[in-house]
């Protein structure tokens, strides 16, 4: 990411139409003698993300309902001052999803709404995508890179995010940053198409990784308090694979120019000093790792032990 650019919602691109030359627009093509039928593909139904609310439609949902669910949901968050929605997808006349640009925006969502949504004089319940077993996903440990929806990062990234702003404005989240951090790169806040009006997030770049990892830090330690508002803040994650690449890349360069300086400073005149710096560093940062290899451990054993409990209490119900 190049400084002052930032990650961001990747653009939905819309599926090409299927096109059959000499025949109306969108009908199968006419297969000629001992011609072979192309297999047919299926679309795979949509999927829920961490970032998803499941509507139960009962079995009551036409198609086109998505359009009203979707204006239904933002005049809801607007009311609220939540970061309303991205997009309301419709599945079948049973389901619903509702895309949220972060993980808090759903709890926020279900919480003023009690967990229900009223559409054409009718209340569909409305539940978060990880209440399904095949969503739920474990708490990320606070010593790793972690993105905005709980997804554990292989490096931290030079681009911050941060959530639940409000009103702030993009100029309030910049002096922020600038009394924690001497240069910030730029910020990217969010806006809602239709309102014009702010999302509720924005991003943060930075000049460095390490400049990243100081505002994070320093603003945490500080207690995530923006003009006296309380906000999340996490590393950025990459949208796209081009944009994963270049992150990973700029954060090699960057160790390497760490280990040429730190080389450079064991050879200069203070070279004692810093050896042993670096010795005290090395075993504060492996007791960390043993730490955390512990915790792992420890977790792994308690969702082994429960899903032995789990089984167990099946078959004893089954019997």
């Not at 939905?12 to 025949?23: D, E, I, K």
């Not at 759903?106 to 967990?115: H, K, L, N, Q, S």
């Amino acid at each position: 990411v190049q400084p002052g650019g930032g990650y961001g919602p990747a653009a939905r691109q819309p599926p090409p139409p299927a096109y059959s030359p000499g025949a109306p627009y969108g009908s199968p093509p006419v297969r000629g003698k001992g011609q072979i039928r192309a297999p047919m593909r299926t679309t795979p139904p949509p999927q829920p993300t961490p970032n998803t609310i499941v509507l139960l439609g009962a079995a009551s949902l036409p198609q086109g309902v998505e359009k009203e669910i979707e204006e239904i949901a933002r005049s809801v968050c607007i009311e609220n001052a939540l970061s309303t929605c991205d997009e309301v997808r419709y599945v079948s006349p049973s389901l619903a999803y509702i895309d949220f640009p972060y993980h808090e925006a759903c709890r926020d969502f279900i919480r003023v709404t009690g967990g229900m949504l009223k559409v054409r004089n009718r209340s569909y319940k409305l539940q978060h995508s990880s209440s399904a077993p095949n969503h739920a996903v474990a708490p990320p440990d606070p010593e790793e890179p972690t993105a905005s929806d709980g997804t554990v990062l292989d490096h931290p990234t030079d681009t911050l995010m941060v959530r639940q702003m409000g009103e702030l404005t993009d100029t309030q989240v910049t002096k922020a940053f600038k009394q924690v951090v001497p240069r910030v790169g730029q910020v990217r806040l969010l806006t809602d198409r239709h309102t014009r009006k702010s999302k509720g997030f924005c991003f943060v770049s930075f000049y460095s990784v390490s400049e990243a990892e100081t505002a994070l830090a320093r603003l945490t330690a500080m207690g995530s308090v923006i003009e006296g508002r309380k906000v999340a803040i996490s590393f950025a994650k990459p949208q796209t694979h081009e944009q994963a690449l270049e992150s990973t890349m700029h954060y090699r360069n960057e160790q390497n120019n760490i280990q040429a300086q730190t080389q450079q400073a064991l050879g200069g005149i203070n070279a004692d000093m810093w050896s042993s710096y670096l010795s005290y560093f090395n075993e504060e940062k492996e007791k960390v790792a043993q730490e955390k290899a512990a915790r792992a451990a420890a977790a792994k054993s308690a969702r082994e032990e429960a899903e032995r409990f789990a089984e167990e209490r099946k078959k004893a119900l089954e019997d």
